[in-house]
């Protein structure tokens, strides 16, 4: 019987902020067709049973400042099943593009010679809206900033100064590290009853939030036992969630 020629591809796929229900209609049909699935910690595990039965599902995550697979090896993994066994998608958590490394892998595909192919996600501060948060809202918030909190080398972005000065929506993503610096920043720039909201595990049924201000932020994640993984929005949008749930 002739052997299966195989087509290396990678699929760089954003698997969404959590419920496995908002992954797209491309990305719900592509976990069909794989031949190899590398799925990041944030992935919801449920996605993976859209998957054919021969397909192989590989771990590949990165637990937040523990143990993780490097990027290397993801790199050599990528290029490894897209030669032997075709097809390989890369599940990882909300967008792929934003705060993730997929488009370091896609590079990395093209120059071994491996067709890719980009499917976007549904970013975690787009769940906000499940906690009567808009990130834009007429009159009130013009622009949306989006500012890592945990920098290549560690430290919080210094755009998070510049992003002040606006009357624009801060969104800090892997900023729950950082939190007392985050506060202390604008208190110190005389900002620090600025409306400021945490939402840990968004669109999960675990989903748990807290609105407050920002000088607060410390003592609302500590009362409230928020951690990673979670995403920070400051801005006067925040209180409108209040004046909803009033």
């Not at 989903?207 to 500590?222: F, H, I, R």
Request: with cysteine.
């Amino acid at each position: 019987m002739k052997e299966k020629e195989i087509f290396p591809e990678l699929f760089v796929l954003g698997a969404g902020p959590g419920d496995p229900e908002l992954i797209t209609v491309k990305g719900y049909r592509i976990l069909q067709e794989a031949d190899v699935i590398l799925y990041d910690n944030l992935a919801n595990k449920e996605l993976l049973n859209l998957s054919k039965p021969e397909c192989e599902k590989i771990y590949v995550g990165k637990q937040p400042y523990g143990n993780y697979t490097s990027q290397e090896e993801i790199h050599e993994m990528i290029k490894h099943f897209a030669f032997a066994k075709g097809k390989v998608v890369r599940l990882k958590g909300g967008d792929p593009f934003i705060f993730g490394r997929g488009f370091e892998e896609v590079l990395y595909a093209r120059a071994n010679g491996i067709k890719t192919h980009f499917i976007p996600g549904i970013t975690s501060m787009q769940a906000s809206g499940l906690e009567d948060i808009p990130l834009t809202h007429r009159a009130i918030s013009e622009g949306i900033w989006i500012i890592t909190g945990t920098k290549k080398d560690g430290t919080l972005s210094s755009d998070l100064r510049l992003a002040m000065q606006s009357n624009a929506t801060v969104v800090i993503y892997m900023g729950m590290k950082q939190i007392e610096t985050i506060a202390d920043t604008y208190i110190k720039e005389k900002r620090g009853s600025t409306p400021a909201a945490i939402i840990q595990h968004a669109s999960l049924p675990q989903q748990k939030s807290v609105t407050g201000v920002v000088k607060d932020l410390p003592e609302m994640a500590a009362k409230h036992n928020l951690t990673y993984p979670a995403i920070i929005i400051i801005g006067d949008v925040v209180s409108l969630h209040s004046q909803i749930n009033s």
